[in-house]
C-alpha cells in the first residue's frame, strides 16, 4: 500500500502573487530537512504539499516528525494512496485504519471532493465508504459528533487519500521570507523562546551570545549551544556569533555606577550585536525582553537600551508573563535545557540595588569614563561563529 505525507498550508495560501515563490520557498526547506529520511519527492497541489517516497528505505515516522516542526505547515498527516473508486476507498480505509477501528466503538467518515469529475458528492463519498467500514468492523456504531475515529477520504486529482486525523503543523511562514534578523541569546528560558516565535513568522536568524570568561564556564556556552539546536530543529540553521564580553563588563565594574550596570551592560550587548547583525545583513534584533520582568526590562531602561540601537529592535515576549513564556518553552522542547545551572553573563557582576528609572542622559555621562568604540569593536572583531544545524 503507498503512503505519503500530505501537509496542510495556512495563511501561506494568502500571498496573492508572492504565494508560488513561498512555496518554492517551503518545498525546498522540506527537501532539505528530509534527505536524511531517505529519497522522496516534494510536491505541491492544491493547497496541499505531498511527501512522496520513492522507496522502501524511505524513513515515514521520522520524516512525519520533521515536517510537524517546519514552518509553514499548519497541519499534516499520513495517508495512503487509492484509485478513484468508493470500493477501493472503502477497502484501503479497513486495512489502513485496521487497528484504529478495530478498538473504537465509534466513527464517522468525512469526504472532501477536490476533483469536481469525481462522480459523487463528497456526502455520497463519505455515506458508501461508511457503509463499507461498517461491513468489515459491525462493532462501530455511526456518530457524527463525537466519534471515536474519524476516516478522512480526500479525493483529489490523481488519485484518493485516506487517512486518520491530522496533527498540528507548527503554523505560521516559511523561514526566510521576511528577511533575516539576530537574536541576542542568552542560556535562560526567554531568549530561545523570542527566537522561535520570530522564525515562525518567516524570518532567518542568525544569534549572539555573550561570553565572559572566566565568570561563565565551558557549560554555560555548551547550554547555549544545545538550546540553538532545538530552536534550529524549527528553524533550520542559526549562525551563532560568540561575542566576548569580560573585558567590556570589567570595564563597567571598575568606572561605572554600581546601580548601573545592568543598563549599561545591555546598552553594550546592543552595541555589540548590531554590528554583528550588520556583518550579516541582518535587519533587525530580537530580545527575549519582558515588560517589567526584571529592573533592567522596566519601560524607561528599555527606552535607554533602544537610545543605542539603530535598527528595530523585535520583543515578541513583551506582553508575556513568565508562566505564558515557560509554557511556550515546554511545548518547543527548550525548558529542561533553560533550567540547567550554568550561569550566562547577564548575572555577572549584577547590581545590589539596581536602579528602574534610568535616564538617557544618566547613562551617557556614566559612559565618558569608557572607550566605548573600541570596546565594542574589540567584541565584535573577537566574535567566534559558529553553524548550528537540525
Known sequence: MQE?????????????????????????????????????????????IYIVPQDESFDIARAEEICSKVFGVVALCRAAVCEKDVRAIGETATRYLRDELRTARTFKVEGKR?????????????????????????????????PDVTVHVEVRETAAYVHSAPRPGAGGLPCGINGRATIMISGGIDSPVAAWLMARRGLELHAVHFFSYPYTSDEAKEKVLTLLKIVAEWSGPIHLHIAPFTDIQEEIRDNCPEELFTVIMRRFMVRVAQRIAENNRSRALITGESMGQV?????DALVTTDDVATMPIFRPLIGLDKTDIVQFARRIGTFETSILPYEDCCTVFTPRHPILKPTVEMLEKAERKLNVAELTEASVRGAEHVLIRP
Request: charged share 30%; proline share 2%.
Open 114 to 146: 477536490s476533483d469536481k469529475k469525481f462522480p459523487l458528492t463528497s456526502i455520497e463519498t463519505a455515506i458508501q465508504v461508511a457503509g463499507i467500514v461498517g461491513e468489515v468492523y459491525d462493532h462501530l456504531e455511526a456518530d457524527m459528533k463525537h
Open 4 to 48: 505519503v505525507i500530505l501537509l496542510k498550508l495556512g495563511e501561506l495560501v494568502l500571498k496573492g502573487l508572492n504565494r508560488q515563490k513561498f512555496e518554492e520557498r517551503l518545498k525546498n526547506e522540506l527537501a532539505s530537512r528530509l534527505k536524511v529520511c531517505g529519497p522522496c519527492a516534494v510536491e505541491s497541489r492544491q493547497s496541499t
Open 295 to 299: 529592573a533592567s526590562q522596566t519601560l
